[in-house]
Structures are given as C-alpha cells and as structure tokens.
C-alpha cells in the first residue's frame, strides 16, 4: 500500500543548481498537485495537474516547472535553486481535482538551498 | 480573495482535557475537509464534511460545518498526545477553488 511516494526525503542545493523531485503514486489519480510548506505561510499550490498531458499552474510556480507524462508520476523541476526555495515540498494526489476528494499526501520532501 | 482563518495558531494541553479549534472564512464553501500532519510526515485526511449543520464523528474527534457553509470546528474531547500535531482545515468554494487554512499546530502533554 504505497500510496504517494516522494524522493529524495531530504536534500541541500547550492544557489543555481537544478534538480528534480520525484512523485509517484500507485492509485490511479488522475488528479496530482505540488505543494510548498513554510512556517506561518500554510501550504501553497506551485502546480498541478488533472491528468496525462495536462499541467497548470497555482499560486507559487515561479522557479519551477512540471511535466505528467504518464498517469503515476508527477515531478516537480527546480530550474536554478535559491534561498527562497527553501521549504518542505509535498506532492498530493486525488481521484479528481473536485474539492469532495481527499488528497493524498507523500511524505515530503525537506530543500534547503545554500 | 478567498482566506480560511484558523484559531488558535498553537493550543498546548494536558493529557484528558477536551479542546476546540476553528475554520473561519466570509464565504461559502462547498466542502470543507480537515487534515492531521504529525511531524516529518505528509497531511492526512480525518474527514470531509459537505452539507450545512452537518456533524460528523471520528472517534473522540467531532467535526461541525456551520449551518451557512463558511465555518467548521474541530472538538476532541480527552486529547491524548498521539493528538499531537498540525490541524489543517481546507476549503473548496463553489468556483472550485482549493484553500487550506494555516493550521493549528496541538500539543497534548502526558
């Protein structure tokens, strides 16, 4: 019973790096999104997605891109890394993007930017 | 712009006391869920509450829409410090719009 699976758990960038965070979920959502977690900020919406081929944005996409190639994954593209970005990143997944749906949520993953 | 408000920020009580949290906001949601996130982990869903009035219960946990749609609580009675953590309301307006609150972050003392 997997659910949302997010790697890496924990990470540190220089300034200017790229990388990427892996989501994958094993339910068959077709509805998957990207959120960031700061203190005092809540969890706010960088991008989502309502299925295979479709992606758009939310509140916060600015430094970050995303793709949905197929149905399980979602990953979330850090272009060139900066302080601002640093934050806790979950990835959450739902049967639809329709506000009766739970989501589900990984683990998280925990950036610092140096 | 659409904002969920919720009360208090930080709630810190002894183990066997009954508390209270809220979810605020000046417009009508659809459906309202509630979230509990335990550190280093990811939120998970405790209930999703849609009609107006409508009381749902999940153990020692009882969750309340208000009757006009734009408020909830959360009641746990007895706490436990496995209660312990962050209490996320989130809000679906009626143009589709997902909000989550900011939390309300419990700790339970043994």
């Known amino acids: 019973n997997a659910g949302v699976t997010q790697t890496p758990k924990f990470q540190v960038l220089k300034t200017g790096q790229s990388m990427t965070l892996q989501c994958a979920q094993d339910?068959?959502?077709?509805?998957m999104s990207w959120y960031r977690q700061d203190p005092g900020m809540g969890l706010r919406l960088i991008h989502y997605?309502?299925?295979?081929?479709?992606?758009d944005q939310g509140e916060v996409p600015n430094g970050y891109n995303v793709s949905r190639s197929t149905t399980e994954d979602f990953p979330l593209r850090l272009l060139s890394a900066a302080p601002s970005q640093t934050s806790v990143y979950f990835c959450?997944?739902?049967?639809?993007?329709?506000?009766?749906?739970?989501?589900?949520f990984g683990s998280g993953t925990r950036l610092t930017v140096v | 712009t659409q904002l969920l408000e919720q009360s208090p920020q930080f709630l810190s009580i002894q183990e066997g006391e009954n508390l209270t949290v809220y979810c605020n906001s000046s417009?009508?949601?659809?459906?309202l869920q509630w979230y509990r996130q335990e550190p280093g982990e990811g939120p998970v869903l405790l209930v999703t509450?849609?009609?107006?009035?409508e009381v749902k219960k999940l153990k020692r946990l009882t969750f309340q829409f208000g009757d006009a749609r734009k408020d909830s609580s959360l009641h746990i009675t007895a706490a436990q410090p496995g209660d312990t953590g962050l209490y996320l309301c989130?809000?679906?307006?009626?143009?589709?719009?997902?909000?989550f609150g900011q939390g309300t972050t419990l700790q339970v003392k043994p």
């Open positions: 509450v849609v009609t107006g009035g």
């Open positions: 997605s309502v299925g295979a081929g479709i992606t």
């Open positions: 339910m068959n959502h077709e509805y």
């Open positions: 989130r809000g679906s307006s009626n143009t589709g719009k997902l909000i």
């Open positions: 959450a997944s739902s049967f639809s993007g329709g506000g009766g749906y739970g989501y589900t």
């Open positions: 417009s009508v949601f659809s459906s």
